[in-house]
């Protein structure tokens, strides 16, 4: 899903990317109603959990692979929709910059696709789908995973969107590529989605909103983070995503190595040059610490004056 540089025509991405500034300048200034003292470690928390798990391509159908994008998972978490924009909008710009995940040019798009649509599309259908099951916490899995599901196949509508109305490929061929691979990819995202919900809520209430207890220790979401980028990174499937494969298929793929603007970084393509898997997992590491010290200071930052 993460779109390169080159995919997209100047006009998109200047439109896209104000679109994008404007979204998460709001989420902002909403998120303040949101976070308090106690809620910048969940927010750090998550934003690098999230950074770990998409290092982790799971395949699918017809060689294939997916990763979670985590918009539904960001928004139920940390219990607003403001703050799950802010929190995978962390997670890209920093992919783009350090990692070189995502192009610079696309990433308007980008935040646009999996910040805004993925989280918005997320949050509102795991609501409606909560008043429907009669407002059950029990069911709040089950609601999330299938929003989760749902919020990636608008996400890679969005993407076709923007991919036809840049030329880079036919309306009527790109969209139900996009679509149809999308909706494979969307399960694996719901069912990782509810999985991690219903571990939450057995386990580690604290972490999820509307709960009165304290926040009861860094230590289990800490390893979890760990071994996901650490360990679960190593054994990613090699597979291309689904916007690449749609690339592959239909003949554009090339438009990324005609026009790539990049960052210098030691950490692209989420390695250490000479280092191998240990490379990988350093890279992880690194990738979710900075991650959690954005999102953390940004909980800050947004905090209200009175907390």
């Excluded at 997320?122 to 899995?141: A, D, E, M, N």
Aim: proline share 5%; net charge neutral; glycine share 14%.
């Amino acid at each position: 899903m993460h779109i390169p540089d080159g995919f997209v025509s100047p006009s998109v991405a200047v439109v896209t990317g104000v679109a994008s500034v404007a979204a998460v300048s709001i989420s902002l200034g909403r998120s303040q109603a949101a976070f308090g003292v106690r809620r910048a470690p969940i927010l750090g928390l998550t934003t690098a959990f999230i950074f770990a798990a998409q290092m982790v391509n799971f395949p699918v159908a017809g060689g294939t692979s997916g990763h979670l994008l985590g918009g539904t998972l960001a928004a139920i978490v940390l219990g607003s929709p403001w703050a799950g924009m802010l929190c995978i909008a962390t997670v890209l710009i920093i992919q783009a910059v350090l990692f070189a995940d995502g192009g610079i040019t696309a990433l308007g798009a980008n935040i646009l696709n999996m910040a805004v649509i993925g989280v918005w599309v997320g949050w509102i259908l795991t609501q409606t789908l909560q008043r429907l099951f009669g407002g059950s916490k029990r069911r709040l899995p089950l609601a999330a995973g299938i929003a989760g599901t749902m919020s990636v196949v608008v996400a890679a509508i969005a993407c076709a969107i923007e991919l036809a109305l840049s030329g880079t490929a036919p309306p009527l061929l790109v969209l139900p590529s996009m679509t149809g691979v999308h909706i494979l990819i969307g399960v694996g995202e719901g069912l990782i989605t509810g999985s991690v919900l219903a571990y939450l809520a057995n386990a580690r209430p604290d972490l999820l909103p509307g709960e009165q207890q304290q926040f009861r220790g860094w230590l289990m979401p800490v390893v979890s983070i760990f071994l996901v980028a650490g360990v679960l990174s190593l054994v990613a499937s090699a597979f291309p995503d689904g916007l690449e494969k749609v690339a592959e298929d239909m003949g554009f793929i090339n438009l990324a190595e005609n026009v790539r603007v990049s960052v210098p970084t030691p950490l692209a393509d989420y390695g250490i040059e000479g280092l191998g898997q240990i490379g990988t997992s350093i890279a992880g590491l690194i990738g979710s610490g900075f991650c959690f010290a954005v999102a953390f200071g940004l909980a800050k930052v947004v905090k209200p004056n009175n907390a």
